[in-house]
T-cell receptor, first 115, second 116 residues
Framework: DAGITQSPRHKVTETGTPVTLRCHQT?????MYWYRQDPGHGLRLIHY???????DKGEVSDGYSVSRSKTEDFLLTLESATSSQTSVYFC??????????????FGEGSRLTVL | GDSVTQMEGPVTLSEEAFLTINCTYT??????LFWYVQYPGEGLQLLLK?????DKGSNKGFEATYRKETTSFHLEKGSVQVSDSAVYFC???????????????FGKGTHLIIQP
């Protein structure tokens, strides 16, 4: 099984502070993704990575940056958190079964509250 | 661009009832289609998938058929249980848009509540 670990799992922070969420995978997958989940919106793609130092923007990238300096780690940074970024954040990897269908495997999520 | 539309609910059913959750999509290419399930407090798990027209995905008593002519992928189960209570997401991967590597496009999710 593909292993994905997100940290922290829960975080409460104040408006204007920087926040970094970490996604760690153990299976050497090339593609990694960050989504946010909000009521009434489903899951929306923030950023994704297709290799070390190769990243691209998703649908809702404003206010977020990412970095991937190692294959196994994909970091999501909120430079100055706002209340609108209160959400549950999910990391995912692409095609864990090697079937090339576009299937994603998700981590357990990180719940962020910005006060 | 690609999009997925599904009923949001909540959908409330009695145990052993028949379930249908509608899902329709628009895509520029030839998408793969997925249903994911999210149990309370957990991440998303793949429930079933179909990669080409007329394929039927099935798992845990759930089924969905890829209908290209109606651009639909409705989820069905003949007899639901309390343990099926969860949020269900329909999603697509458009392999001709970014090669399928730019992630999935999700519907907004359907909250299903099964009462004993």
């Amino acid at each position: 099984d593909a292993g994905i670990t997100q940290s922290p799992r829960h975080k409460v922070t104040e408006t204007g502070t920087p926040v970094t969420l970490r996604c760690h995978q153990t299976e050497n997958h090339r593609y990694m993704y960050w989504y946010r989940q909000d009521p009434g919106h489903g899951l929306r793609l923030i950023h994704y990575s297709y290799g070390v130092k190769d990243t691209d923007k998703g649908e809702v990238s404003d206010g977020y940056s990412v970095s991937r300096s190692k294959t196994e780690d994909f970091l999501l940074t909120l430079e100055s958190a706002t209340s609108s970024q209160t959400s549950v954040y999910f990391c995912a990897i692409n095609d864990p079964g090697g079937t090339h269908t576009g299937e994603l495997f998700f981590g357990e999520g990180s719940r962020l509250t910005v006060l | 661009g690609d999009s997925v539309t599904q009923m949001e609910g909540p959908v409330t059913l009695s145990e052993e009832a028949f379930l249908t959750i509608n899902c329709t999509y628009t895509a520029t290419g030839y998408p793969s289609l997925f249903w994911y399930v999210q149990y309370p407090g957990e991440g998303l798990q793949l429930l079933l998938k179909a990669t080409k027209a007329d394929d039927k995905g099935s798992n845990k008593g759930f089924e969905a058929t890829y209908r290209k002519e109606t651009t639909s992928f409705h989820l069905e189960k003949g007899s639901v249980q309390v343990s099926d209570s969860a949020v269900y997401f329909c999603a697509l991967s458009d392999r001709y848009s970014g090669g399928g590597a730019d992630g999935l496009t999700f519907g907004k999710g359907t909250h299903l509540i099964i009462q004993p």
